[in-house]
Each structure stands twice: as C-alpha cells, then as structure tokens.
C-alpha cells in the first residue's frame, strides 16, 4: 500500500522545461558557448553545476569554479524574471497536491536549487504540504542514481520516528516524475513510479521502466492513486 508519494520539481510541480532550456540557452551563449536542445533534453535529472560542466565539457572548454557560479547566477535569474510574469505550474498539480495530502506524507526530490523549490511552492500556496524536500544541495550525486530518493525517505522516516510512527518502505513510497532519468532512479530506489508526459513522450517514460504513465496529474486524486497501486492489477 501507497504510504508516501515524492513529487519531482521541474517538469512535475512547475511546468518549466522549456524555460529552463531558453534561460541555459542564454546564460551559456553569454560565455561563448552553444547549447543544443537535444543536449539539454540529454541532461534531464543533472544538478545545475555539473550541467555546467558537461555543456563546457562538450565544446572543449575548461570551467572554473567562477564562471560555474557566473553560469548558475545568470540563468537562475532569468529563469525567476520568467517566472515572476507567470507561473507554469503543471495542470492540476495544486489540486492533487493538497488532496494527497489530507491523506498522505508528500515530499518533493529535485535536483533543483532549494531556494528556487521554495520560492515557487510557495507561490503556488502548497509549500506547508510537504513534510520532506530534498535538493541539490542535500546529495552529491544526481539522478538517475537514487540517491536522492534515498535520502527522501530517511528524512522522512526520521521525521515519523520522533512522532513514534512507524517507518515507511521503499516499496511503500511512489514516485512522480517526468523524465527517464528519474524513474530509473526512483525504481533503483526500490520505490513505485508514475510518469507524467509533460518534457518527454509516453514510450520514453515506460522504456525507462514507469510503472503508469499519464499524460495530465489533472486526471488523478488520492482514490486513483489507491485504485492504481495498491490493487493486484496494477502492481507488477
């Protein structure tokens, strides 16, 4: 049974890809450098640094640690300057988000920076919903390792111990995420996953081994959710 049910970021709770992609595309062109839309959707799951480096890395180009941080900057405040005008959110997710919560721990897992997970959650006004962030800042590596849903559900367990809960299993957590290299890390996590079809196409998301796939978090409530993965037919 479904006990706990970790969102990823970009892509799940705020519908940003293509920001992300026209903001990078600027930030690295002031430094000289190219970046390919087909190498962007490449590095889907990477933190901001070494999504930076691997951009450099591909024109044979050295990186400092100044020019890092340049890069990061740079995009990060364009990408809030987009934002600012209009929030993308992703349709339904506010709706799902606080009728899962009536009823289950939510945690957000992204390799995303934290002040910009918190400045949109709160924006959206479901901040208070989830118990549990994980970002960038909290693992050294970047999906699809598990890393990071690892550390979700430690952090969500110690939560529930000092409240005398008991713990929550991998087996017991599912996992929404939008792109292959987030499943494939939720599933080496030992955790059950849904796609969403907003960055990359339903075939994409099953290869890489989604359990569901959908195309809208709009068609689903928490009684879906327990119709979906908590019945014999929809577990493997």
Known sequence: ???????????????????????????????????????????????????????????????????????????????????DEELPLAPGVVTFVKALARHLP????????????????????????FSVVVSAADVTTYKPD????????????????????LPVNASECLVIEDAPPGIRSARSAGMRTLGVTNTVSDKALRDAGADVVTRSLADWTPDAVHHVFDTEWGRE
């Open 146 to 165: 598990p890393a990071c849903y690892l550390k979700a559900l430690e952090l969500l367990n110690a939560r529930r111990g000092e409240s005398q809960i």
């Open 106 to 129: 939510l945690g957000v897992v992204s390799m995303a920076l934290r002040d910009e997970i918190d400045y949109v959650l709160a924006r959206a006004g479901i901040l208070k919903h």
């Open 1 to 83: 049974m479904i006990q706990a049910v970790f969102f990823d970021f970009n892509g799940v709770i705020i519908d940003d890809e293509a920001i992300h992609l026209k903001t990078y595309t600027e930030a690295l062109a002031d430094e000289g450098v190219e970046l390919k839309r087909e190498d962007y959707f490449n590095s889907l799951g990477m933190d901001d640094v070494t999504f930076v480096r691997a951009a450099f890395e591909r024109v044979g180009r050295e990186l400092s640690g100044d020019v890092t941080r340049r890069v990061i900057e740079s995009e990060s405040a364009k990408h809030r300057a987009i934002i």
